[in-house]
């Protein structure tokens, strides 16, 4: 696939971030059958990822095969694809005409098939959820994430998000509170760094690409981004050079830790556990990975307001998609409503998965059990923006190569968090890199 050549990962955040790291080493699991008599028509077959722990396939294969579908449709299959080498496996088994009919994958796996003219595009699926509520369950703005010109490539399936976090008692010690602002959030980091502690907590080693998003989440959070409305790279702004200087001054004033450019998502949270980590920014998952004394003291910020007087994040909406190579178009969309209409318990009984897609799940008494996650539905999810910002708020086939888990941003993030620069250049540097790698 073209993302095979660019170093693109095809994000496998929404795991590694809400599961709190655990390892995705097991083989390919067989495929499993059940459910629902299809009669003699050929089941769909629906291939999913381990988005969360032990508990989340199991759970999510019951629900699977537990499908009875109308006359004349096939019941559904299940089989779990391990996040080691999944690109590879989706690629050959599409090229082949032996993959899926329906799947999830990496956040941005659906527009690199569009792009091969593979994906069966979800307008009629997404009409008929207009008429039995399921469209209006979303959240505001979310459908829109994956609507391309040519149609819907797929619909919003778990969020993985880019939030702050503090340690309570670290803070307390220091004499602050949550800040609310970029000024604030610096007075934050100077009264950390009196006790020993790192205000601006982060990584951005091999593997970690989180780095990389949250100085792009700062350049959001100032009305820029990185790419323009006509989708081409558009790096060397007023507003993300304004928020990388920010960065750059906590850098050199010692508010981040020294060695957090090569900071594996381990190391990160090894510092959390050591309280070396008074505030920083991670994924919802952090106090789930965060084992120890320190996870019960672990609390999410509040959204930022940035000099410019705008709020903003960055998040990817994972999705799952459906396959041209069907049995039935009907079928696959009968099933995924099946799916969407059964799927809370992924989330009710805690199995891991990001955060929910639809506003009903977060509405239930086990969602809102934890306080931490309702805050990210409440503050953060309305004013989260993807990839595409400013220009716009769908996803698009050029993400994958030039932004998404790609060298070039790995480069960029390292060389601000080494201080040793100045913003104008480093983003000089990311917009030539970007435009060599569009397609």
């Not at 998609?321 to 799916?339: D, H, I, R, V, W």
């Not at 199995?351 to 008494?365: C, D, H, R």
């Not at 996650?373 to 698009?396: H, M, R």
Request: charged share 15%; aromatic share 12%; glycine share 12%.
């Amino acid at each position: 696939m073209a993302s095979q050549s660019t170093g693109s990962s095809f994000s496998r955040r929404g795991f590694l971030g809400i599961a709190g790291g655990v390892a995705a080493t097991a083989a390919l699991a067989a495929c499993s059958t059940g459910g629902g008599s299809g009669g003699s028509a050929k089941a769909i077959k629906f291939w999913n990822m381990p988005w969360g722990g032990t508990e989340f396939n199991p759970l999510d294969k019951k629900i699977t095969v537990a499908y009875k579908p109308k006359s004349g449709m096939g019941a559904a299959t299940y089989q779990e694809i391990q996040w080691a080498n999944f690109t590879q496996t989706f690629s050959s088994a599409v090229a082949s005409n032996t993959g899926p009919a329906v799947s999830s994958g990496g956040g941005t796996q659906a527009f690199q098939f569009a792009e091969q003219g593979k994906i069966a595009y979800a307008d009629n699926l997404i009409d008929s959820w207009k008429k039995n509520g399921i469209y209006d369950d979303f959240f505001d703005g979310l459908v829109d994430t994956l609507k391309t010109d040519k149609g819907y490539a797929a619909v919003p399936y778990n969020l993985d998000v880019r939030i702050s976090w503090y340690n309570k008692t670290l803070m307390q010690e220091a004499g602050v509170e949550s800040p609310t602002d970029w000024d604030s959030y610096r007075n934050v980091c100077a009264a950390l760094k009196k006790n020993g502690v790192y205000g601006f907590g982060l990584g951005s080693g091999a593997g970690s690409f989180t780095g990389s998003h949250i100085l792009t989440a700062f350049m959001i959070n100032n009305g820029g981004g990185l790419f323009n409305a006509d989708k081409k790279p558009d790096c060397v702004t007023p507003e993300n050079i304004e928020a990388m200087d920010f960065i750059l001054d906590l850098v050199k004033s010692g508010y981040s830790d020294p060695a957090s450019a090569t900071y594996t998502s381990a190391n990160v949270q090894s510092q959390w556990k050591a309280k070396k980590f008074g505030f920083g920014w991670d994924g919802a998952g952090l106090a789930a990975g965060a084992v120890g004394d320190v996870a019960g003291d672990l609390v999410v910020g509040s959204p930022l307001t940035s000099p410019s007087g705008k709020k903003g994040g960055l998040y990817f909406p994972n999705n799952i998609m459906m396959y041209k190579n069907t049995p039935s178009q009907a079928g696959s969309e009968a099933f995924l409503t099946y799916y969407y209409q059964n799927m809370k318990e992924l989330w009710t009984k805690k199995t891991g998965i990001g955060l929910p897609p639809l506003k009903s799940i977060s509405e239930t008494p086990e969602f809102q059990a934890d306080p931490n996650n309702v805050k990210i539905i409440k503050e953060w999810q309305p004013i989260f923006k993807t990839w595409a910002a400013p220009g716009g708020s769908g996803l698009f086939y050029n993400i994958a190569n030039t932004v998404d888990g790609t060298a070039p941003m790995i480069t960029f993030a390292q060389t601000i968090l080494g201080g040793n620069t100045t913003s104008k250049a480093a983003l000089t540097a990311l917009q030539t890199s970007m435009e060599g790698l569009m397609k």
